[in-house]
């Protein structure tokens, strides 16, 4: 198959990107709405202050696929938020965690969309404790996914949801190994990888494959550092399973730190084949190699894609997301395409999403960037999410909280504003905000545009308000709890 290769920059105009604004909704205003309020800054917001997302910035260059974007950005600490934003960059639904939260975004479970992603504890050495959490389109928790078996967790890497009604999970343990092929110690300590399949709604392990029973730790590609050397206190990590697929009767595994793909024999958990790495069994085509690579994914025609990161021995260049044609009886691999800007470089973490229309969305990870390409390569949209994401998803996704809408109001010179917002809801094209003396007696006081996650309208002074969320027709979609404005500073919970 003939390559064809497409590098277009993002920055300096090279894809005649337009402007650094934010974008604005999209949404429609209902019959009889008045002029739409100014849209709010970025947290704090009046209605939920603790809520505090980075700032993002977003270009387009073009036509974006329809849906919102998902992401985990990671604070200056181990933290990470669960984020869902607009073509904007504007939050529609925020889940503040103490701890950290990685892989958000939409997968299918028991016939239904769901949200899913890993949370927990981001640990010294690039892995994580934690657990699988699944939600409904109303944000209730409906499944919890654990590791079992003894110093067992779910990493951060990979929470993989089948149509079989299992999860695919990746653990890291502590084991002792003969490390002298690398230079290392005879009795190592090093990190083993355990890929699990666990049956969400019973818990029960269906698979329990270890890395180093079928991988040697001679194919690591990862050199000895002084923090990690396999002695006791500084465990190395040889393989680094980084993402597992579902591939008919066997797994599609990257593992980072051998630059390898894996496809796993479900039944014995041998090695079928190795793509890439220094143990390969395929010849590569022009422009195969890839180098610390994640999230290889098995496309409904046969092929393969995955990000590059392609770091370099100087960490500098541009990582890409590549397509790839694997031949298992010729074993020959070929690139049908590549997805790059020519400049974005993501150094750890990173995915490829081919949307359903044919865009590619590329998340570079460690580089706080989002960018989509069409399927022949043109930048059309780059979202700056203002921190780093371990991935970075776009899904189409109808949503609406059990939890009612908030409401607050500030005092101001020629009477008070009142904010709204309804964190998670997907539907909302306006607010109606109804005051009165109280909340048996309220009309309407001012009908305005959703501007953001937080809409605010200035009204005249009254006792009591209450915040009404309404969708494209008009139609009232939930209420706040009335409010008594009688506080200087006051929001209804």
Do not use: C
């Amino acid at each position: 198959m003939r390559l064809t290769r497409r590098r277009f920059l993002v920055l300096g105009g090279a894809v005649g990107l337009t402007g650094g604004a934010a974008l604005v909704s999209g949404t429609a205003r209902p019959r009889g709405a008045e002029a739409p309020a100014a849209a709010s800054t970025t947290g704090p917001y009046v209605t939920m202050p603790e809520l505090r997302p980075p700032r993002m910035s977003a270009r387009r260059g073009g036509v974006p696929e329809d849906g919102l974007l998902f992401v985990g950005p990671f604070h200056g600490t181990a933290q990470a938020d669960g984020l869902i934003v607009d073509d904007a960059g504007e939050p529609v639904w925020m889940r503040p965690s103490g701890r950290t939260i990685t892989d958000l975004r939409v997968q299918t479970f028991e016939g239904r969309p769901v949200l899913t992603f890993w949370e927990g504890e981001r640990r010294t050495g690039g892995y994580g404790w934690g657990n699988g959490i699944v939600l409904d389109s109303a944000y209730r928790q409906i499944a919890e996914v654990r590791a079992v078996g003894e110093g067992l967790h779910v990493d951060l890497h990979e929470f993989r949801l089948t149509d079989r009604g299992t999860a695919l999970i990746i653990a890291y343990p502590l084991v002792r190994a003969d490390m002298r092929a690398i230079g290392g110690p005879r009795d190592g300590h090093v990190f083993d990888n355990r890929v699990q399949e666990i049956d969400v709604r019973t818990g029960e392990v269906l698979l329990d494959w270890s890395a180093l029973d079928h991988i040697d730790i001679a194919e690591t590609v990862s050199p000895l550092a002084d923090n990690a050397d396999g002695t006791d206190g500084k465990p190395f990590d040889p393989v680094h399973v980084n993402s597992v697929e579902p591939d008919g009767d066997a797994l599609l595994l990257s593992a980072r730190n051998t630059s390898t793909l894996y496809r796993i024999d479900r039944r014995t958990g041998k090695v079928r084949w190795r793509l890439g790495g220094t143990h390969g069994d395929f010849a590569l085509g022009d422009g195969v190699k890839f180098k610390w690579q994640h999230d290889a994914r098995r496309r409904a025609d046969g092929t393969i894609t995955l990000f590059d990161n392609a770091i370099t021995e100087a960490e500098s260049g541009s990582s890409r997301g590549i397509v790839l044609k694997v031949d298992e009886r010729e074993k020959r691999a070929d690139l049908v395409w590549e997805y790059t800007d020519g400049v974005t470089f993501g150094h750890y973490m990173a995915n490829m999403q081919i949307l359903p229309g044919g865009n590619v969305l590329l998340g570079y990870g460690s580089t706080a960037s989002v960018i989509e390409y069409t399927p022949a390569g043109e930048v059309v949209y780059e979202l700056k999410t203002g921190q780093s994401s371990y991935r970075a998803y776009r899904h189409t996704w109808s949503a609406r909280p059990t939890d009612p809408p908030l409401v607050a109001s500030r005092p101001t010179s020629a009477g008070m504003r009142l904010y709204a917002s309804w964190n998670g809801a997907t539907d909302v094209a306006a607010w109606r905000f109804l005051t009165g003396p109280s909340a048996s007696r309220l009309s309407t006081a001012a009908t305005v545009r959703r501007s953001g996650f937080e809409t605010s309208a200035q009204v005249k002074r009254a006792a009591t308000a209450v915040a009404v969320a309404l969708d494209g027709s008009g139609a009232e979609l939930s209420r706040s709890a009335p409010l008594n404005t009688s506080n200087r500073s006051s929001a209804s919970v």
